[in-house]
């Protein structure tokens, strides 16, 4: 998978893409990073008339912008282009995905962290990327129609792949799934691009 798409033109969160399901926004600061993609969520879920899902994709934002604050950028720099930590929210109809970025290779450990049980708890499905040269996402999915239904949520994820590649420099970008049965070491499942 190859993209031409500009990193600078996909964190102007108000943008062309804004209008047609995709919202962007860079969080530069950990001090107020929870205020400004607190915003960020609640002005976005409001103009794409997904309200509804403010309750469930809030809780899940926020635990993901602080860890990728807390552990992303620990083993990176601060400077990584084109960001240290970018929260990222694409829409297909009713479904919502949020993607936060971070330029570390460090993975999320589903089963030693009660934050991340928060987001399997409020998300239909939620994973991560395999890192790239420039880093990874860790994401969460929310079907708007039918809470508890992954297969929705999930082909809102086909755009996530463009983003994985032009903010991980990934050539081929590939998702994993978090599964709540298996513990640290377990077997992660992998969707490669285009599904």
């Not at 969160?13 to 995709?22: E, I, K, L, Q, V």
Request: proline letters at 9%; hydrophobic letters at 45%.
């Amino acid at each position: 998978m190859t993209t031409t798409a500009d990193p600078a033109e996909l964190l102007d969160p108000w943008g062309a893409a804004a209008t047609a399901g995709s919202a962007c926004q860079l969080l530069e600061r950990a001090a107020d990073s929870e205020a400004v993609a607190w915003q960020f969520v609640v002005t976005t879920l409001e103009r794409w008339g997904c309200r509804a899902l403010a309750p469930r994709v809030l809780p899940a934002v926020a635990e993901l912008v602080a860890n990728a604050f807390a552990h992303g950028l620990s083993s990176a720099g601060t400077t990584a282009y084109p960001h240290p930590v970018v929260l990222h929210l694409l829409r297909s109809g009713s479904d919502v995905v949020a993607a936060v970025f971070d330029p570390a290779e460090s993975l999320p450990r589903p089963s030693g962290a009660m934050g991340l049980r928060r987001v399997e708890m409020v998300a239909d499905t939620w994973g991560w990327t395999v890192p790239g040269p420039e880093g990874k996402a860790v994401w969460a999915a929310f079907s708007g129609e039918r809470r508890g239904s992954a297969e929705p949520a999930l082909a809102t994820l086909e755009p996530l792949l463009v983003l994985i590649e032009v903010f991980t420099g990934s050539a081929v970008p590939r998702l994993v799934l978090a599964d709540p049965s298996w513990g640290v070491d377990g077997p992660p499942e992998q969707v490669p691009a285009g599904g």
